[in-house]
């Protein structure tokens, strides 16, 4: 199988991003490699597609994960300081896209390997002071069964940046998510994503202030991005800022808190899922830590297999996905403790 780039590294630049909740015309885009022809699924149902054996590709049946390192940069948008770095008058972004392979499972992530089919986008946020890397084995897991995941490196907030991480920069990281679906969503992707990402709804999930970050970008009226169709987000926790949230419209919402969160109490889920009369469930994660809600390696392959089945219910209507939900959350280290569809 050939490589789909001439380098590891893209060079974007994006213009201006729609206002959120808008598409905009596309922006050009510069790179330093020919796009290929991709691959599609043919003959499937809206909610299923296809893997090399013919199965559905599914938690129950995922796929070969390919990985790519892409560099963007938004000249609309300010950064500010992370001393000793310097600010600047631009955004950029270092992003790591996982996505699916004309390969079987396997743990290993094949660089640079063209995509195969059309599937839903999943943008995810991480936490303070921690990066894509931080998250590997549970973005491979989600990726493997039926999405292409972009994971942003926040320019204040990433571990993958030499200089103290600096907090507080949930509102600009909010409109850098909604720049990212905006790029990625309706064939506006730079090549050869353009090709992979199927359209309608994207999903967005968050840990920690990753959290806070795609809770503002699904319900937060200044920030909302209607383009989204569903929010998980873990560890997160409520706050009426950039105004009252969860207004008419808002997306289902998935709440995965640790029951052992040593940082944040798990009373922010219970409150997060009580002040949205929307659909709305909160999982416990139990006997893990606030890290290890995404990390430990007994919660991750159940936390996956739950986030993707719930991501290929809302964004793709995967009647499938819909029935293993009851099974994956009674898969342990997971109880439901509250649940409504509105």
Known sequence: MRS???????????????????????????????????????????????????????????????????????????????????????????????????????????SDIEPYGRWPLVVFAHGFDASADTYAPLLHAIAAAGFVVVTPEFPLASSS????????????????????????????????????ISPGPAGV?????????????????????????????????????GGQWFGLGAPPMLVLQASADELNSFTYGIELVQKDLHAAQLVAVDAVTHLGAVTDPAAVPPVANL???TFAFRLRGDLAAQLRLSDDLGRPPLRLVASHEG
């Open 4 to 110: 789909i780039l001439a380098s590891v590294m893209l060079i974007l630049t994006l213009a201006s991003c729609g206002t959120a909740g808008t598409s905009s015309a596309r922006s050009p885009l510069s790179t330093d490699g020919a796009s290929p022809t991709t691959s599609t699924v043919l003959g499937a149902r809206p909610e299923e597609q296809f893997g090399p054996s013919g199965a559905p590709v599914s938690s129950v049946s995922p796929i070969g994960v390919g990985v790519s390192h892409v560099v963007v940069t938004d000249p609309s948008r300010a950064t500010a300081p992370r001393p000793p770095l310097p600010g600047s008058s631009s955004r950029t972004l270092a992003l790591t896209i996982r996505y699916p392979i004309n390969e079987p499972a396997s743990v290993r992530e094949l």
């Open 307 to 309: 986030v993707a089945d």
């Open 205 to 241: 999930m968050g840990h920690s202030d990753g959290a806070q970050t795609v809770l503002l970008s699904g319900y937060a009226p200044a920030y909302i991005d209607r383009r989204i169709g569903a929010v998980v987000a873990v560890s997160g926790r409520y706050s009426a800022f």
């Open 161 to 196: 940046i030499h200089a103290p991480a600096v907090e507080g920069d949930e509102p600009a990281q909010a409109r850098n998510v909604n720049c990212l679906v905006d790029r990625f969503v309706d064939s506006k992707a730079p090549a050869p994503f353009d090709q992979v």
